[in-house]
Each structure stands twice: as C-alpha cells, then as structure tokens.
C-alpha cells in the first residue's frame, strides 16, 4: 500500500512531517514512542479498511521540529493547522501509547474538529515523575545523540537474533511470564514486531514524551465530549490499566474495552483481530452518527 510523506510549514516557520496512506474517511493517527510518521502499527490495518490514514511526526520525532514539542497546546495547534492545510474539517483521532496526552488535550481543545477519540494503550495520567529510576534511565539511555548507538545496536540484535531481542523484550511489554506470551505470537507477528523495531529512533521526541506524560490531565479528560472508546490490555507492563480506568472514569461519552491480551503492544498476538473488529465497529458507528447529524 502506498504511502506519501509529506511536510507542513507551521505559521511560525516549523516543520511537520507527516504521513497518509489509504483513502476514505480520514483517521489522524498520534504515535507512541520512539515512533514517527514511518511506522505502521495499526495503519495498514486501518487504510486496509477504507480509511485515509494521516499520520504527524510528533515533536523531536522523525523530521518533525522539537520546536512544536515546547508544550502539547503548541504541538496540537500544528496538528489543526495541518488538518486546515488538506481541508479536514473533521477527523477521528487514534492516540497510541505516549501519544495519548496529545490525543487527550487535541479532543478536548478542539471539540468541532475531532469526530471520535479512541485511546490505545495511552498514557491518561502522571506516568513517570524525575524521581522515578525509569526515568532518569530513559532520560539518559534516549537522550541525543546517545539513543541513536542505542537504537543502532538493538537493530543489530534485531536483524541477527530477533528471537532473542522479542523475548528480552517481553517483560517490558507484559506482566505475563515469557512461557504465556510466546505462544500468542505466531511468525506474522514476530516479522511485524521486527519490522516495528527496525523503524524505531527517539530523536528528541521521547525526552519531550517524558514531560508531557509527567502532567496532570484531569481537566482536559472531564472536557472531552466526542465518543471515545479506550482499550487496553489488563496485563501491560509498559503503561498500567489504571490509565485506563481513569481516563473512563473522567471522560463523559466513554467506553472501556479491558482487553486479554498479551500486553502493551495490542495489534499483535492473538485477539488483535477481536480489537480490531471492535476499533472498526466504533469508528463506523462514529462516522454514521456524524452523516445523520450532517443530513
């Protein structure tokens, strides 16, 4: 499936990189981390299904400047501008992982431009304070120009023992033993898994990841008014379920989808295709709803 990369000069001279692949009813793809408009979790998926797929660089990620990650009001006014560049009234939004804030703060800032919110496996809340050793080791291990030799070698173990990186990997993504996960993951998601780290850097972008996902969203969560769906995995080791249940508990028009799945990375293993039958049915629903309403 072809995909066009595309940039947008911001009003105020900055770059926005991004992508669209498919066409239809467009969906505005936020990223997780150490990701860009290059990846292609859950996209093909979703052009495969007659969406237009657009997908930003978020900011200090892939050619997208750090500049537009100097605060998530600032990073989601260059989203708008972008949506108002293809003439994109309205868009139904995906925010994955670390890109949740941004999807968050994007539905409740602009309530007329985003049809639907749906939250896969997102940050809602605080998630790791300067205090936190996880954090003072990512800000450390993902830090230009350290985290290209880091990401330089984890593609060189990804290219000559894939087996082993995804099994070191697996307590990272899941609070399940290895012995449960591996069965779940048959060689269609092993390849995809290695062609997911293949593309992965964290640019300047997980630094600013770090300090937008150290925030309080309460206010912007009790704002939102679209129809939101949020899924997540019960046993994710990356991001903890109680994001989740926050997020449901704060957001007016919400539905929680607690999911069996192996952990953080729900488009692989098995029940991917049962998230994605439920992603489906809710972004159609949203899509028909706003026809009446236009009608």
């Given amino acids: 499936m072809n995909k066009s990369i595309r940039q947008h000069q911001t009003k105020d001279g900055f770059i926005l990189e991004y992508s669209i692949v498919g066409q239809g009813e467009p ?9 860009s408009c290059y990846g292609e979790l859950g996209r093909n998926e979703l052009a495969a299904r007659h969406f237009s797929v657009i997908t ?3 900011p200090g990620y892939g050619r ?21 560049e293809l003439q994109i009234p309205q ?17 409740s800032r602009f309530p007329n431009r985003v049809r639907s ?10 998630w790791l304070s300067p205090d936190d050793k996880l ?20 593609r060189l173990l990804n290219k000559l023992f894939p087996s082993f990186l995804l099994s070191n990997m697996i307590p990272s993504f899941s609070k399940l033993p290895k012995e449960k996960v591996l069965p779940q993951i048959n060689d269609a998601d092993r390849r995809k898994f290695k062609s997911i780290i293949a593309q992965q850097r964290s ?12 925030k309080d969203a309460t206010s912007a969560l009790a704002a939102i008014k679209c129809p939101t769906l949020i899924m997540h995995s019960i046993h994710d080791a990356s991001v903890s379920v109680d994001h989740a249940r926050h997020a449901s508990r704060l957001i007016p028009n919400s539905r929680l989808c607690e999911l069996d799945l192996w952990g953080h990375l729900i488009w692989l293993g098995t029940g ?15 899509n028909v709803h706003q026809q009446s309403a236009n009608s």
């Fill in 203 to 214: 640019g300047h972008g997980f630094l600013i990841d770090l300090v937008h996902t150290g």
């Fill in 272 to 286: 991917a295709d049962e998230m994605n039958r439920q992603l489906f049915s809710f972004l159609e629903a949203a």
């Fill in 91 to 107: 868009v139904n939004v995906i925010a994955m992982s670390a890109g949740g804030p941004s999807g968050i703060h994007l539905a």
């Fill in 56 to 58: 930003p660089s978020r």
């Fill in 27 to 35: 969906v505005l793809v936020l990223h997780g981390g150490h990701s």
């Fill in 135 to 154: 954090y003072k080791f990512a800000q450390f291990l993902f830090r230009p120009p350290i985290e290209k030799y880091v990401w330089a070698m984890i």
């Fill in 64 to 84: 997208t400047s750090k500049e537009l990650g100097e605060s998530l009001i600032v990073a989601c006014d260059s989203y708008i501008e972008l949506l108002d």
């Fill in 117 to 126: 919110l749906v939250l896969q496996s997102a940050v809602t809340q605080c």
